[in-house]
């Protein structure tokens, strides 16, 4: 499986706006990395976003989000990230890069 190229320009565009980002390809994915630590990941049609448990996965479950079975994160469908200025995805990713900056 290959990750949305169209996605992952979205989210390139708009996490770069918020921190220094590298980016890393991992098991046909694509990662954002900051500090070192993965913000946000794009797949075939979603974004991964690494939650860890508790209050945020609450928060992100009751955003829309699915919870994932194999990781301790969530996955956001392309169709809940859509909008016309993308302030949805600026949003999960402002929370994404906050969580990877301060581990």
């Known amino acids: 499986m290959a990750y949305d190229a169209e996605l992952a320009d ?12 590298d980016e890393k390809k991992m098991m046909g994915s694509l990662a954002f990395m ?3 630590h993965m913000a946000a990941g794009v797949t ?9 448990g508790g209050e945020a996965l609450d ?8 919870r994932l ?8 469908p392309f169709a ?10 600026a949003d999960w ?4 890069v ?3 900056a301060s581990r």
Do not use: W
Not at 59 to 66: E, K, P
Not at 71 to 76: A, E, F, K, L, T
Not at 80 to 89: G, K, S, V
């Open 34 to 36: 900051v500090n070192g």
């Open 80 to 89: 809940a990230l859509t909008d016309p200025d993308d302030e949805t995805l």
């Open 10 to 21: 979205r989210v390139r565009a708009v996490i770069r706006t918020m921190a220094d980002v």
């Open 69 to 76: 079975q194999l990781r301790s994160g969530v996955d956001v």
């Open 93 to 96: 990713l402002a929370d994404a």
């Open 59 to 66: 928060v992100a479950l009751q955003r829309g989000a699915h």
């Open 98 to 100: 906050e969580r990877a």
């Open 44 to 52: 075939d049609a979603e974004v991964f976003f690494p939650v860890g």
